[in-house]
């Protein structure tokens, strides 16, 4: 039995706390937080811990202030931002298809935003905003498209992971494709931004990212009972009195806003959204989504990583997609295995 507890307020409102995933939870914020302070005092200004908050607090010396509040902030922002929207987009596909593997990397979705980025900076030449808005319609088009061919009577698990492989596939030749049509300067600019990477992120990146997380992320939250509950079947839901298409397509639609922002604020940072919540499910035990579980691993995730790229390889700097990319593609194999000895593929 799971140890649980029901927490009253004095409106008479209850709520029940499991304790060890509210456990998991504030310990990856802390971790997150920590992370960062340590990436903000990493660079070829190194800056103390103690200092990076002193800074942050805003006693820092001018220099100091200049070097954490405007170039170093902002990426780490950009980072959590990024980490925590990867992260919640993929537990709300891996809740919706039922499927460890259903995660935008896999579905596609992370792909159809970089098209939408590739045809702007290849056939536009358009500016780094153009870029972004580029991705997010790219994004939307491709969720719309894996959404109306999975759908019949409904969109189901395996179902809704196989037209997601094949839109993936589709969309990857078109994605080289017209790299194979830019001229060399563009086709640069178009390889360092699809390799996913948090250099030279500022402030422009992190309000957008940060408006959209405040509206979907208290959205996502309030549907997560309708979302558990359609883990049960679609008959126990509608005999609960969920609706269940529309709770699928609001959280869907969420899901395909939050991950292509992300790409569009970092690119295609690979693997954060499938692993994510497979972790944080095998750290709090719990059978639910775990939305808040997964989006504080993924905001940790991707400073730990951005730290890695910045620091584990000598004076080599790694694109964080990089990274995310080596160990999600290990862990990606050794969750193919488990399943496989489990049965369920």
């Known amino acids: 039995m799971r140890n649980t507890r029901t927490l009253r307020t004095p409106g008479g ?6 304790l060890r995933a509210l456990v998991v939870v504030v310990a990856l914020l802390l971790a997150a937080a920590a992370a960062s302070v340590v990436l903000i005092g990493t660079g070829d ?13 805003g006693d820092g010396t001018a220099g100091q202030e200049f070097i954490v509040d405007e170039l170093r902030l902002p990426r780490v922002l950009v980072g959590l931002l990024v980490g925590a929207s990867l992260g919640l987009g993929g537990a709300l ?42 991705a997010l319609i790219g ?28 839109v993936s596939a589709i969309v ?28 030279g992120r500022d402030w422009s990146q992190v309000w957008p990212l940060l408006a959209l997380c405040a509206v979907l992320v208290p959205l996502v939250l309030a549907n ?30 969420s899901a395909v ?18 692993t994510a919540p497979q972790l944080a499910r095998r750290l709090t035990r719990s059978p639910g989504p775990n939305l808040v579980a997964s989006l504080c691993m ?10 890695a790229s910045q620091r584990a390889f000598g004076a080599d700097q790694l694109p964080v997609g990089v990274v995310t990319g080596v160990l999600g593609g290990v862990y990606l194999l050794w969750l193919l295995v488990t399943e496989r000895r489990a049965g369920r593929i």
């Open 45 to 57: 200004f190194p800056i103390s811990f103690g200092d990076v908050l002193r800074t942050l607090a």
């Open 224 to 253: 997560a009972r309708g979302l558990r509950v359609t883990e049960m079947g679609d008959d126990v839901s509608y005999a609960l009195g969920v609706r269940v298409e529309r709770v699928r397509m609001l959280l869907m639609v």
């Open 257 to 274: 806003l939050l991950t292509a922002a992300a790409t569009a604020a970092a690119g295609p940072v690979s693997f954060v959204a499938l």
């Open 172 to 199: 990857t030749a078109v994605n080289g494709y017209l790299l194979t049509k830019a001229d060399l300067v563009d086709a640069t600019r178009a390889v360092v931004w699809m390799t996913g990477s948090l250099n």
């Open 298 to 307: 993924g905001a940790t995730l991707l400073v730990t990583a951005d730290w």
């Open 13 to 18: 409102l209850s709520v029940r706390a499991d």
């Open 93 to 134: 596909f891996q809740s919706i298809s039922r499927n460890p593997l259903g995660s935008p990397d896999v579905l596609g979705l992370s792909q159809g935003a970089t098209s939408g980025a590739l045809v702007v900076i290849v056939l536009l030449s358009g500016s780094a905003t153009q870029v972004t808005v580029g």
């Open 139 to 166: 994004g939307l088009l491709t969720g719309l498209g894996i959404y109306l061919l999975a759908w019949k009577q409904g969109v189901h698990g395996y179902r809704l992971v196989l037209v997601g492989i094949g």
